[in-house]
């Protein structure tokens, strides 16, 4: 069986965002602070020992600046699948900055992550987040059969693992068995 290792990206900057005042999804543009950077170069030294042959990442800016960093490091091409994307706070993209988010995370926390029953809220539960990340995960370890790294976010993680406080680009990774029926 291939070996998944998952990695939250680095620190993001969303000061190029925040300043131009874009809503929602554009945040989804932004690039890594200058420590974000330090924490993709240490995190790919760490993960040189992995001997990784396959490096996926999230379409987001945060996550391909990480994993064009670690993929240099460790001389992996990227892919990208948009399956490994961010939670989705707002299925329209609609929210205006991070007081909305964390308002929308705070609603997810109290719910445990689903929806209530019989209720539609506009957040993404977390049981979709798992369910399009292995399917993602699924379609990249069919096509190799050594260890697979995958930059992604942190809802992403949790959704996989049931790991929460994922630090940024951490000197932490986290190893996905596609067997496991996850946390939830």
Do not use: C, N
């Amino acid at each position: 069986m291939t070996q998944i290792y998952l990695v939250r990206h680095g620190e993001p900057d969303y000061a190029p965002i925040d300043s131009r005042g874009w809503p929602g999804m554009a945040a989804d543009s932004a690039p890594l602070t200058a420590l974000g950077v330090k924490q993709a170069e240490e995190l790919a030294d760490l993960l040189s020992g992995i001997q990784a042959t396959y490096l996926v990442s999230s379409p987001f800016t945060r996550a391909l600046h990480s994993a064009a960093i670690i993929g240099h490091r460790l001389a992996l091409g990227v892919r990208v699948d948009y399956d490994l994307r961010d939670w989705l706070p707002d299925h329209t993209g609609s929210w205006r900055g991070v007081a909305d988010v964390r308002a929308v995370h705070a609603e997810l926390e109290a719910y445990d992550g689903e929806w209530p029953e019989g209720l539609q809220r506009p957040w993404e539960p977390l049981s979709r987040v798992r369910e399009r990340a292995r399917a993602a995960l699924a379609r990249h370890t069919a096509s190799t059969d050594g260890p697979v790294l995958a930059i992604t976010h942190a809802m992403v993680i949790r959704a996989l693992t049931g790991e929460t406080g994922t630090p940024y680009g951490g000197h932490e990774y986290y190893r996905y068995d596609p067997a496991d029926d996850g946390p939830l």
